[in-house]
């Protein structure tokens, strides 16, 4: 018997360039099309009356875009689930999972350029919008967003066994990638003001946290900031990998380490994950897949 299923169209690259000023504007975007629905005849029995070809929605990503500007991927992805459940008889429920690659305008002279562009912080914003055409719920985010501080970190009194070899620290270098994912309480919300609010309150608080115990212990500190910096989201789930960084030992080389030399490992990483909610927070229906 079938179970669970659904299908769609991932990796659709959009890149739409506003050229109705002399100051062009540029939105680059990655988007995921998915949708659920009774598409049972098309598994068992092989009728594909019900389905529309993922060539389709790939095409109209880009005939949506083509009918005027993007704007927010939040926006963009409300538009284009809205789209596929009119046009989709069968489908029940439509996801769209948009990234965003950051560009910056290069400077010439101090002054930015009207139409030239440069890659931007290695960070993308991310959007995830799931609508049952009754209702929608719209997921912000952030992914890849690098942080390092060189003190203001410890990680002591910790569970000990016997095979338990790492020395406690008292202030020791911290870094992590974060990815954030937050959820809208609605679907008017001032998404780049928004993402903008968490983004900062999440860097600002890694910095800040100087009496930090743990890598566990500064995520919720930039949790609970965030909900504070922006009353439009109730939920904010975080994923922080530990980018270790060990100091050397120099004394085969007749040296101390005087706490100023590190090696960087990217494997094996420990991985750091939490929830913070707002108190009587809404229930997140299937804002989160």
């Not at 009918?67 to 538009?79: D, I, N």
């Amino acid at each position: 018997m079938l179970g669970g299923n659904r299908y769609g169209k991932s990796g659709i690259r959009l890149v739409r360039v506003d050229r109705s000023a002399a100051w062009h504007d540029l939105v680059d975007l990655t988007i995921d099309v998915t949708v659920e629905g009774h598409f049972a005849a098309a598994y068992v029995a092989g009728d594909n009356s019900a389905v529309l070809p993922t060539d389709t929605m790939r095409g109209t990503v880009y005939a949506l875009a083509g009918q005027g500007p993007v704007g927010e991927p939040e926006a963009f992805g409300l538009r284009l689930a809205g789209h596929f459940l009119d046009t989709m008889p069968a489908a029940r429920l439509a996801r769209i999972d948009l990234v965003a690659h950051p560009w910056g305008r290069i400077e010439v002279g101090a002054i930015p350029h009207p139409h030239a562009f440069t890659a931007g912080a290695g960070w993308r914003r991310t959007a995830t919008v799931t609508s049952t055409g009754a209702e929608a719920w719209v997921v912000g985010g952030v992914t890849d967003l690098v942080v390092l501080k060189t003190a203001g970190s410890a990680f002591e009194g910790f569970l000990r066994d016997r095979f338990t070899t790492l020395a406690e620290t008292g202030d020791r270098i911290l870094a992590t990638s974060v990815t954030a994912r937050w959820r809208y309480t609605e679907t008017g919300a001032d998404w780049s003001g928004s993402f903008e609010a968490v983004r900062r309150a999440l860097v600002e608080t890694f910095a800040a946290h100087d009496d930090s115990r743990s890598l566990q212990h500064t995520l919720y500190a930039m949790g609970e900031a965030a909900l504070a910096a922006c009353p439009e989201i109730d939920e904010l789930r975080m994923v922080m990998p530990n980018r270790h960084h060990f100091p050397v030992d120099l004394e085969p080389y007749g040296q101390s380490n005087d706490g100023s030399v590190f090696v960087a490992t990217d494997r094996p990483f420990g991985v750091i994950e939490g929830e913070v909610v707002r108190p009587g927070a809404s229930p997140p229906g299937r804002a989160w897949g």
